[in-house]
Protein backbone atom coordinates (compact mmCIF):
# COMPACT_ATOMS: atom_id res chain seq x y z
CA UNK A 1 0.00 0.00 0.00
CA UNK A 2 1.97 3.23 -1.03
CA UNK A 3 -0.09 5.10 1.82
CA UNK A 4 2.18 4.12 4.19
CA UNK A 5 5.27 5.67 2.22
CA UNK A 6 6.07 8.99 2.38
CA UNK A 7 8.83 11.56 0.82
CA UNK A 8 12.23 11.23 3.06
CA UNK A 9 11.51 7.80 4.43
CA UNK A 10 14.48 5.42 4.26
CA UNK A 11 13.65 1.80 3.06
CA UNK A 12 15.44 -1.24 2.14
CA UNK A 13 14.49 -3.01 -0.81
CA UNK A 14 14.04 -6.67 -0.38
CA UNK A 15 14.12 -8.72 -3.82
CA UNK A 16 10.78 -11.76 -3.59
CA UNK A 17 13.72 -14.23 -3.80
CA UNK A 18 14.87 -12.99 -0.33
CA UNK A 19 11.66 -14.09 0.99
CA UNK A 20 11.53 -11.31 3.83
CA UNK A 21 14.71 -11.70 4.91
CA UNK A 22 15.96 -7.94 5.21
CA UNK A 23 19.92 -8.71 5.63
CA UNK A 24 19.71 -10.60 2.10
CA UNK A 25 22.85 -9.60 0.48
CA UNK A 26 20.54 -8.74 -2.45
CA UNK A 27 18.98 -6.06 -0.76
CA UNK A 28 19.32 -2.64 -1.44
CA UNK A 29 19.10 0.92 0.86
CA UNK A 30 17.61 3.83 -0.69
CA UNK A 31 14.78 7.18 0.01
CA UNK A 32 11.75 7.70 -1.20
CA UNK A 33 11.62 10.58 -3.69
CA UNK A 34 7.80 10.35 -4.36
CA UNK A 35 4.88 8.28 -4.24
CA UNK A 36 1.65 7.39 -6.36
CA UNK A 37 -1.66 5.42 -6.83
CA UNK A 38 1.15 2.23 -7.94
CA UNK A 39 4.57 2.77 -6.55
CA UNK A 40 6.74 3.91 -4.15
CA UNK A 41 9.29 5.93 -6.43
CA UNK A 42 12.62 5.17 -4.47
CA UNK A 43 16.43 6.71 -5.02
CA UNK A 44 19.07 3.97 -4.10
CA UNK A 45 21.98 3.85 -2.67
CA UNK A 46 25.07 3.68 -5.10
CA UNK A 47 28.42 4.00 -5.11
CA UNK A 48 28.25 8.03 -5.91
CA UNK A 49 25.98 8.68 -3.27
CA UNK A 50 23.98 7.32 -0.14
CA UNK A 51 20.90 9.32 -0.17
CA UNK A 52 19.65 11.35 2.60
CA UNK A 53 16.33 13.08 1.57
CA UNK A 54 14.90 11.78 -1.53
CA UNK A 55 16.17 14.95 -3.77
CA UNK A 56 19.19 13.92 -4.83
CA UNK A 57 20.07 13.68 -8.16
CA UNK A 58 19.37 10.69 -9.21
CA UNK A 59 16.54 8.81 -11.09
CA UNK A 60 13.63 7.07 -8.81
CA UNK A 61 12.98 3.21 -9.45
CA UNK A 62 9.56 2.76 -9.26
CA UNK A 63 9.23 -0.08 -6.86
CA UNK A 64 6.26 -2.42 -5.70
CA UNK A 65 5.39 -1.14 -1.96
CA UNK A 66 5.46 -5.07 -1.27
CA UNK A 67 8.92 -5.10 -1.72
CA UNK A 68 9.75 -2.31 0.58
CA UNK A 69 10.40 -2.27 4.29
CA UNK A 70 10.94 1.16 6.54
CA UNK A 71 13.86 1.56 8.67
Do not use: W
Not at 8 to 21: C, E, K, S, W
Not at 32 to 44: A, G
Not at 51 to 56: K, L, N, P
Request: net charge neutral; hydrophobic share 25%.
Amino acid sequence: MTSNFKKGDHVTYVPTHAQGNTGHPDCTQGVVSSVNDTFVFVKYNNNMCIMTTGDEPYTAQATSPGNLVKR
